[in-house]
């Protein structure tokens, strides 16, 4: 078995070194896995494999394009039983059981490279488990409030920058007979970030990752400040009602009709929306307002991954592959408005000319400092996800219920970080 | 064939009888007749024929049973015994999953719909009942009419559950819209921990009803009219004659329409997965459900502890399992 494995070790080392030292076309299989299933991401993955093929001809490329919910249950078999050379996945805490099960190839030496090293240094973090990078990442996207320009002049309200400025603007919001903020919870993840936001606006980023580490109680006082946060929103009546029966695509409708004034939400938020009609004069954005005064403001910014199974029979090319794909110009043309509609995260790189993508990017290049979350369901392992959203989904619809869901989570926090 | 690799029989009987097969076979094929006395030998599958056949055929099912059912569930107790992530090492706890299942709420909050389902679920036979009853007659058209209601058990269960979340929709369901037409304030049967086990159970016994009313249809047809004649004359009519007259006499059906709506509500899964996913916050769970949750879905990365729901949820079904044993053995029996 051990000989087998240094055979193909060392293998992989000569194929490695004949790659880098020769620019020739590339020869054998690549077979990639990925989770871009939706029209637009899905074509233009499919235009970059394609570029990649016409600069090595010889190399026979197979694509395999998953539904993204499928994926996330699928990808254990696969990595498992029959491992591809390049899969999709995420950041931080999400990659954790592949990389402690060694499912994923260590990808060090790449990010050791000058191209990868410089322009890629921003998620070098989100991608470093036990000191070594595990993957490379293609894309990312902010988080923030998605809301309704129209609705805010007619109300005469303008973007809140503090917690007071937010409430008031909500009770105004509220007293025109429209909820806050739409959300769904029925898939519970859209929960988490408003935890995420609200605790790395109490309690500040480092907080937030301590958390999210195990290393403070759920019963602690400062997380319950987040929550008496979060209680004055639900206690004006601030959320969409019933949100526990909706899915974050089913809660859209009532930011488009006007029942709902704004949305918690990813930037991917933004293409449904315009579909639905909305323009952007009627569709804006702003960042999450600052809480505790002094707290550096930190951002949700989930970055999706492309990975190497350690299991994958052509690591050179699938290499060369992830080269390709985190290129300044790949990374441009992928993250499109017309594309994914997201940010590149190649330093590079262009961001296309969209007033989202602008207004994101900018926010998280220069009025991020206190550092940049991945999301709830990432940054905290899955199970204590699993078992937090659940809690969080809980408290927005029976907000008494507090003090026996932070027990349940406490005792959580104790069986899983051991 | 029948030539084919022959040895040495000196029981008479046999020879005889292989005799008389063999000229059989010789008349029915036309054969070029050969002498008998060279035939004398028999092959061991010929002789063991009579024992060995049942199990020849018995021996594919035999296999796919002891590789897909009774396999899985001696592992699924060995698994239950280990915490593993389904990636990694397997870590041997013992019965440490088993301590945890008996201190986690939600595991009751899943024990306690399963108990709602397999009672709630029954209801699907009694109403099955009386619209096979409603329906068997015979007025122009009625096949039309029996399959309309046979209808909602031929759609998928993830037509019915999708059909169901936009009935009960808090904002636009049809539900609201005709409570709130007579008056009644909206509900969010889907959202709210209270209703929603009962909402799903709703959405789950429309198809049911529907099996067990083209079971009882089937087994109306065996009814005897002589008995409702005899019992007509003695007076019987409306529930005596339906409680003492046809109803023991559609015992089998009852009895089948016991066992698929019992199994029905073990395993139902699908419905609560489209429905609610489990939720509100894991109200909606049954154990199949929670079991699927935290060993395969999408953060369940717990295997072992997903191996002993299982171990408990079959453990529920053995006792039923076991019941409709005895009463098949029991009817065999009787027989």
């Known amino acids: ?418 | 064939m029948h030539l084919n690799g022959i040895c040495a029989v000196n029981d008479p009987e046999v020879v005889q009888l292989f005799q008389f097969e063999f000229h059989m076979i010789a008349k029915e094929t036309k054969m070029n007749s050969q002498p008998i006395t060279e035939i004398t030998k028999r092959s061991w599958y010929k002789r063991n024929e009579i024992a060995i056949t049942p199990w020849l055929f018995l021996t594919p099912a035999i296999l796919f049973f002891l590789v897909y059912v009774i396999f899985p569930i001696v592992q699924s107790f060995q698994v239950s015994a280990f915490a593993w992530d389904g990636l990694g090492e397997r870590e041997y706890v013992g019965m440490a999953n088993y301590k945890e299942l008996l201190d986690d709420p939600a595991f009751y909050t899943s024990l306690r719909n399963n108990v709602v389902w397999l009672f709630m679920y029954l209801l699907a036979i009694p109403a099955g009942l009386f619209i096979a009853l409603f329906l068997n007659q015979t007025v122009r058209g009625i096949r039309i009419y029996k399959s309309l209601f046979f209808f909602p058990f031929v759609i998928s269960q993830v037509v019915v559950g999708l059909v169901f979340t936009w009935f009960y929709d808090p904002t636009f369901g049809l539900l609201n819209t005709i409570l709130g037409g007579v008056g009644l304030g909206p509900i969010n049967v889907l959202g709210d921990p209270t209703y929603v086990t009962y909402g799903i159970i709703a959405a789950g016994l429309w198809p049911q009803t529907a099996y067990c009313m083209i079971l009882y249809l089937t087994g109306l047809n065996a009814v005897d009219p002589e008995q409702i004649e005899a019992a007509r004359l003695d007076g019987a009519k409306g529930w005596k004659m339906l409680w003492y007259v046809i109803i023991p006499q559609l015992k089998p059906a009852t009895f089948i329409a016991f066992v698929v709506t019992i199994v029905g509500a073990l395993r139902s899964f699908d419905l609560i997965s489209i429905m609610t996913n489990g939720g509100p916050f894991g109200e909606s769970r049954v154990l199949s459900f929670y079991m699927f949750e935290v060993a395969l879905s999408e953060y369940g990365f717990r295997l072992g502890y997903g191996a002993a729901i299982a171990v408990v949820l079959f453990m529920i079904m053995l006792c039923f399992i076991v019941y409709f044993l005895y009463s098949m053995y029991k009817e065999e029996k009787g027989h």
Not at chain 1, 135 to 149: A, N, S
Request: net charge negative.
């Open chain 1, 1 to 418: 078995m051990s000989m087998v494995k240094t055979t193909v070790a060392a293998l992989a080392a000569t194929m490695t070194m004949s790659g880098v030292a020769s620019a020739e076309s590339l020869k054998g299989d690549l077979n990639i896995f990925l989770d871009t299933s939706n029209p637009a991401p899905r074509a233009v993955m499919e235009q970059l494999i394609g570029e990649f093929q016409g600069m090595n001809p010889d190399l026979k490329i197979e694509t395999t394009i998953i539904d993204r919910e499928a994926y996330k249950t699928q990808i254990r078999n696969f990595l498992t039983a029959n491992a591809p050379d390049v899969a999709t996945w995420y950041a931080a805490n999400r990659m954790k059981p592949y990389v402690k099960a060694g499912l994923f190839e260590d990808l060090s030496d790449m990010w050791a490279e000058p191209e990868i090293a410089a322009n890629l240094a921003s998620t070098k973090g989100a991608m470093t488990i036990d000191g070594k990078q595990w993957g490379v990442p293609y894309t990312y996207y902010q988080w923030g409030i998605y809301y309704r320009k129209d609705i805010f002049a007619e109300l005469g309200l303008s973007e809140p920058t503090n917690w007071a400025e937010e409430k008031a603007n909500c009770a105004k919001i509220v007293a025109s007979g429209r909820a806050c903020y739409s959300i769904g919870s029925k898939y519970l993840w859209t929960a988490g970030g408003w935890f995420d936001y609200l605790n790395m606006r109490t309690n500040g980023f480092d907080f937030h990752m301590q958390l999210a580490a195990g290393e403070v109680s759920w019963e602690d006082d400062r997380v319950k400040a987040t929550f008496a946060n979060w209680r004055e929103l639900i206690d004006m009546g601030g959320f969409l009602e019933n949100h526990q029966s909706y899915s974050w695509q089913e809660a859209l409708p009532f930011v488009v009709n006007g029942s709902a004034a704004s949305y918690l939400i990813g930037n991917f938020a933004v293409a449904p929306l315009r579909e639905a009609g909305l323009t952007d004069d009627q569709l804006d954005f702003y960042q999450f307002p600052a809480i505790t005064e002094g707290v550096a403001l930190a951002e949700d910014a989930p970055t999706d991954t492309f990975h190497i199974p350690s299991g994958a029979s052509n690591k050179a090319n699938a290499k060369e592959f992830l080269r390709f794909m985190v290129s300044a110009d790949a990374q441009t043309k992928m993250n499109a408005g017309d594309a994914l509609g997201q940010l590149p995260v190649n330093a590079k790189s262009a961001v296309d000319d969209d007033k989202f993508l602008n207004e994101g990017f900018t926010m998280l290049s220069s009025n991020s400092p206190g550092g940049v979350a991945q999301f709830f369901d990432r940054d905290f392992p899955a199970e204590m996800a699993k078992v937090g959203m659940e809690g969080l989904q809980e408290f927005m619809v029976r907000p008494d219920n507090l003090d026996a869901i932070l027990a349940r989570l406490e005792k959580a926090r104790g069986r899983i970080y051991k």
